[in-house]
């Protein structure tokens, strides 16, 4: 391993941020869970014009594999009761067409990933900031990338939110893209490592690695994820720990720091 070198690079992304008050709604019914999130407030209003931001994430799911992921409320809802949980929060949010321009900040990386939202008319056109990037890969393709996880015992089909970065078009990228996800355990019921892969236009493979707790799981780590990922990467790879920084702390969680793998 080499030292870190420390590289500025300002996130621009204060201007964003903004209190909302969040209402999360659980429903089961023919198999399925679903989990119903809107946002709400005054400052949503003032700076979007728009009364509300929601978004569904639907998983097939057992009743028992129901009763172990949420072990206090499986049975009010399969009786068809909804859950629901009501609460303030401060986020950053930008729109389609604001993304921010890390192609033109050093070292040229994305910071974070971003969960998609619609308004009231079913548009997707805002982006909440969601997880930091922590791992970059140099010199391979992300057929290598993933082959080492695969060899390692991670599955490549995983249940799973979905996250995206911006990889811009005027150079070569797709916009908005969706990153490939795989993990230690396709469904995460008993906690799991967890990674998702993008390759940016200028042909490096970025990837957002986190540990999950137990169901219902929640990220207590980043750095944790970061490390157990580079820790598969022997010759030909040449690991970098904590190589460049991406200023995405999170306290206690993420360092700000991504490694870098070579090849």
């Known amino acids: 391993m080499q030292t870190r070198r420390k590289i500025l690079g300002k996130s621009g992304q204060k201007k964003h941020s903004l209190r909302v008050l969040v209402v999360e709604e659980l429903t089961y019914k023919n198999g399925e869970l679903v989990k119903q999130v809107e946002y ?27 009763e172990k992921l949420y072990p206090l409320k499986a049975q009010a809802l399969i009786a068809g009761k909804v859950i ?9 949010i930008t729109t389609s067409d604001d993304p921010f321009p890390w192609w033109e900040c050093y070292p040229y990386l994305p910071r974070w990933t971003w969960k998609v939202w619609y308004d009231e008319f079913s ?5 909440e900031k969601a997880d930091p990037v922590n791992l970059v890969w ?7 990338v993933k082959r080492v996880l695969d060899n390692a015992g991670w599955y490549d089909w995983v249940v799973a939110s979905d996250q995206y970065i911006y990889d811009p078009p005027q150079y070569g990228g797709g916009g908005w893209e969706e990153g490939d996800d795989m993990a230690t355990s396709w ?9 998702r892969l993008w390759v940016i236009y200028n042909g490096k493979i ?15 780590t980043f750095e944790g994820g970061e490390d157990e990922v580079a820790s598969y990467y022997g010759s030909p790879w040449f ?9 995405n702390k999170i306290s206690g969680k993420n360092d700000g720091y991504a490694t870098v793998i070579w090849k």
Do not use: C, Q
């Open 40 to 66: 709400t407030g005054n400052e949503l209003n003032t700076k979007f014009g728009v009364r509300k931001l929601s978004r569904i994430e639907k998983t097939k799911v057992d009743r028992k594999t129901l």
């Open 84 to 92: 629901r949980k009501v609460y303030p929060k401060t986020t950053v």
């Open 123 to 127: 548009i997707p056109y805002y982006y």
């Open 138 to 144: 140099e010199g391979g393709t992300k057929s290598e």
């Open 187 to 195: 469904h995460g019921i008993w906690g799991r490592y967890h990674i």
């Open 206 to 220: 970025i990837g957002s690695a986190h540990h999950d707790t137990s169901a219902p799981h929640e990220v207590d």
């Open 239 to 247: 690991v970098n720990e904590d190589w460049v920084y991406l200023d």
